[in-house]
């Protein structure tokens, strides 16, 4: 088993099938094997790519959108967004590093709001993912709208259980109409989260009870 392969997950920002050419951006985070693997490398480096899985997409019919995760999600979020009508109400919550983080991503093309609707940008500056999940907080005051809403939550495991127990405890939102799961797990491999995720699935139903 030591010599398999070792596999991350990872979403495909943009395809360019004519182009022979996909578009992954990688978060490079100090540990692991895909973080410092991004930072090092190389034209001409190898990967093995298995997939495409997924199937999310926002529902069209949903009266208003919430998009929130960090760095992780940011390249899903922002497939999502451009696949959201400007005329639905939409709040989009992303958590990064600092203000350096943030201007790069705001300089990089692809992350644009349906109808230049605002970011809320949120700043770990050297905090622990765990410690607080500011995406929580900065959901709370939120003033959503009536109607059906969608919404998309994902990024640190912890902090996706937080709120989608908020979600739909406290604000009311069917559970069919969240997308939230964890997509890493703090002091976890992604070997560590996969076995822990039916764990993880458990619990979270038990929030809902
Ligand atoms: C459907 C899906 C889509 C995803 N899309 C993306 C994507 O587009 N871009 C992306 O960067 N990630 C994405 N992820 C998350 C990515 O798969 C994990 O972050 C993965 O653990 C990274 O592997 P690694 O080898 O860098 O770190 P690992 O070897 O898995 O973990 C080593 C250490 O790093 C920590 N760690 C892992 N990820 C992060 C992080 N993001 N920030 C801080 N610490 C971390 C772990 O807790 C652990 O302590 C996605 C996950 C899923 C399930």
């Known amino acids: ?31 692991g094997l895909a973080g410092p693997w991004a930072r090092n490398a190389r034209p001409g480096d190898l990967v093995q790519l298995v997939g495409p899985g997924g199937a999310y997409s926002p529902d069209p019919d ?17 497939v999502a967004l451009s696949r959201i009508s400007p005329d639905r109400k939409t709040f989009v919550i ?23 609707q605002p970011i809320i940008w949120l700043h770990r500056k050297g905090d622990e993912h765990t ?11 939120l003033d959503l709208p009536d109607g059906r809403g969608h919404a998309f939550v994902h990024g640190e495991a912890g902090m996706v259980r937080e709120v989608r127990r908020h979600l739909v405890n406290e604000r009311g939102m069917d559970v069919l109409d ?12 992604e070997e560590g989260w996969r076995e ?9 139903e038990e929030d809902l009870a």
Do not use: C, M, N
């Open 1 to 31: 088993k030591s010599e398999w392969h070792r596999q991350r997950t990872y979403t495909v920002r943009d395809a360019d099938p004519a182009g022979g050419t996909i578009t992954i951006d990688l978060v490079t985070h100090g540990s």
């Open 62 to 78: 949903a009266d208003w959108h919430l998009l929130a995760g960090d760095d992780a999600a940011i390249p899903a979020i922002s």
């Open 94 to 116: 992303l958590e990064v590093e600092d203000e350096a983080d943030q201007a790069d991503l705001e300089s990089a093309s692809g992350l644009s709001t349906p109808a230049g």
């Open 131 to 141: 410690a607080q999940p500011r995406i929580l907080e900065a959901i709370k005051p």
């Open 178 to 189: 969240l997308s939230a799961t964890g997509y890493w797990k703090f002091r976890r491999t």
């Open 196 to 204: 822990d995720k039916p764990e993880w699935k458990r619990l979270a």
